[in-house]
């Protein structure tokens, strides 16, 4: 090995990169889920089938998120014939060294289900595909604590932001006791329309929220009456970088898979929205320091070539595929912009608890462009600016008609 002086060095064994990671090229991109569930919790499928299924179509790393529990100790599942399909598939793709059966008392099969820590010796590779621990901390809000050590309960408040700020607290107190790094993100928040955009704003600590969750029960995009979650995410940014304590938020995409037998827009499948994360390692503490960075992007399809944000200007460049054609578009606020809201009323007269209304100069839509590449020169003025990348190609997962593929991301702020 060369040193910077130009002198041979000998590295010792120990310190030696195993092969791969060596990598002369620096940070490279890596596609990953952080919204599964499993037969650990209400997914319709074993875990190993749930991750082979991952790993088979290119994802670099997953984090199964199962609800109020980690896949960890011993758990025995009864075959009833809900679960019978799934078991046979199971059966055919695992041999019977690998998967553990028994019969209960009632002579029912009981299959032993797979702790994390078997699923990680069994799929885990250097560089190539890793498991994360995560769990759904799930009752009135749902929010997913990723890299934890331990269990966290769900947590109550008196109010919706008390209650979404006692999770968080729960996940941040457990990362500074344990030194690990962790990560938390408040789940699609118009799922049983639970949260507001001012619910989120002031919650200390919520770096990360779904701003797309493919789940065809959340309401991504709201409805007549109320805010879909893009919206949300522009009020929050709005509020919290012009506020005294300004805190980023930034938007994650995510499965939230449940089903795994039937493929149609109305289910819960894999493979409909991920992240792509820029960072040195496939490890957790590298890919967690990148996302507290900004550095990676959310998708339903649409695939980028690089982000850059250097001399004040935010370059997008997309992956190009044939065929498909692209908009980018800068979004942001600016400062002196109109923060005035109006709570949200019904034609009964009645008040909505929902997301108020607020001006459009909020999530302004400051430069356009057709093409696969674009950029934003920051003027000075803007609290933050985020990028949007829509694609002309339909979103055929998806469960709403008429949507199109497209990427997010992450804010940069102005100064
Ligand atoms: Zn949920
Ligand atoms: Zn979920």
Not at 5 to 29: E, F, K, Y
Not at 176 to 204: C, R, S, Y
Not at 220 to 232: F, I, P, W, Y
Request: proline residues 5%; charged residues 25%.
């Amino acid at each position: 090995m060369l040193s910077s002086t130009g002198l041979i060095v000998n590295t010792p064994a120990w310190a030696q990169s195993p092969a791969g990671v060596d990598r002369a090229g620096g940070p490279q991109w890596w596609k990953g889920n952080l919204h599964t569930h499993t037969f650990w919790s209400d997914g319709d499928d074993f875990p190993e089938m749930v991750v082979q299924w991952y790993k088979d179509h290119g994802y670099h790393f997953l984090s199964l998120t199962d609800h109020n529990r980690l896949s960890q100790g011993q758990r025995w599942m009864p075959v009833t014939d809900k679960q019978q399909a799934a078991f046979e598939k199971y059966l055919a793709r695992f041999t019977d060294r690998w998967i553990e059966t028994r019969k209960n008392e009632k002579g029912q099969t009981e299959v032993r289900l797979k702790p994390l820590s078997e699923l990680r010796c069994l799929f885990e590779q250097p560089e190539q595909f890793l498991l994360i621990q995560g769990e759904e901390i799930s009752e009135k809000a749902h929010l997913n604590a990723i890299n934890l050590l331990d269990l966290i309960e769900p947590q109550d408040g008196p109010t919706m932001p008390e209650l979404l700020q006692n999770d968080v607290n729960a996940v941040l107190k457990q990362q500074e006791k344990t030194g690990q790094p962790m990560l938390v993100q408040i789940n699609h928040p118009n799922f049983q329309w639970a949260l507001t955009a001012e619910d989120m704003a002031g919650v200390k600590g919520a770096r990360f929220f779904e701003v797309y969750n493919a789940h065809g029960s959340v309401n991504n995009d709201g409805d007549k009456l109320r805010a879909g979650t893009e919206r949300m995410w522009d009020i929050i940014l709005a509020t919290r970088l012009s506020g005294p304590s300004p805190e980023i938020l930034y938007g994650v995409a995510t499965d939230d898979a449940h089903n795994y037998h039937k493929f149609e827009p109305s289910a819960a499948n894999p493979g409909q929205a991920w992240i792509v994360v820029r960072s040195e390692q496939l490890t957790p503490e590298s890919l967690i320091r990148a996302m507290n960075a900004g550095d990676f992007y959310c998708s339903t399809g649409v695939t980028l070539k690089d982000i850059a944000f250097r001399d004040r200007t935010l370059t997008v460049q997309v992956a190009p595929e044939p065929g498909v054609t692209y908009k980018i578009q800068f979004l942001g606020a600016r400062r002196g912009y109109d923060p005035t809201s109006r709570e949200v009323v019904n034609a009964e007269g009645k008040t909505v608890r929902t997301t108020h209304n607020y001006s459009p100069e909020i999530g302004a839509v400051l430069a356009e462009d057709q093409g696969t590449t674009a950029s934003y020169t920051l003027q000075g003025d803007e609290l933050y600016v985020r990028a949007k990348v829509l694609s002309s190609r339909r979103n055929e997962k998806s469960h709403v008609a008429d949507e199109y593929e497209a990427a997010w991301v992450q804010p940069v702020v102005g100064r």
